[in-house]
């Protein structure tokens, strides 16, 4: 399974950007909970937000509620991350990957997704 992320640049504070993964390969990832994480400078690699396998269940970081949106298109083995009203502290390296199958509250463990795009950075400037 390969994982391509996209969508990432340049943006002022609250603005949007979409990013795009695309899974190719193996793409059986329609059955699978998929997840996007950030990894800002420095720091590690944080959760962001989950979807389960029909995008009937989703999760997101305290941090980014109200302002995230995870979809999914199993029918383009796409999953996507809408953002808005960004702001520096969104400042980091995005990262798709493919977690378990089955929703739970561990959605949110970087331990739980085994195969991981490249990253996409964003860069929200003041």
């Known amino acids: 399974v390969q994982l391509q992320a996209s969508g990432g640049g340049l943006v002022q504070a609250g603005g949007s950007l979409r990013l795009s993964c695309a899974a190719s390969?193996?793409?059986?990832?329609?059955?699978?909970?998929m997840g996007w994480f950030r990894q800002a400078p420095g720091k590690e690699r944080e959760f962001v937000a989950a979807?389960?396998?029909?995008?009937?269940?989703?999760f997101y970081a305290d941090s980014v509620v109200g302002r995230f949106t995870i979809s999914r298109d199993n029918a383009k083995n796409m999953v996507c991350l809408q953002m808005s009203s960004l702001s520096p502290e969104d400042t980091a390296v995005y990262y798709c990957?493919?977690?378990?199958?089955?929703?739970?509250?561990?959605?949110?463990?970087?331990?739980?997704?085994?195969?991981w795009g490249q990253g996409t950075l964003v860069t929200v400037s003041s």
């Open positions: 990957a493919r977690g378990p199958i089955y929703w739970s509250d561990s959605v949110l463990q970087k331990s739980k997704y085994n195969y």
């Open positions: 390969g193996r793409t059986d990832s329609a059955v699978y909970v």
């Open positions: 979807i389960s396998w029909n995008g009937g269940n989703t």
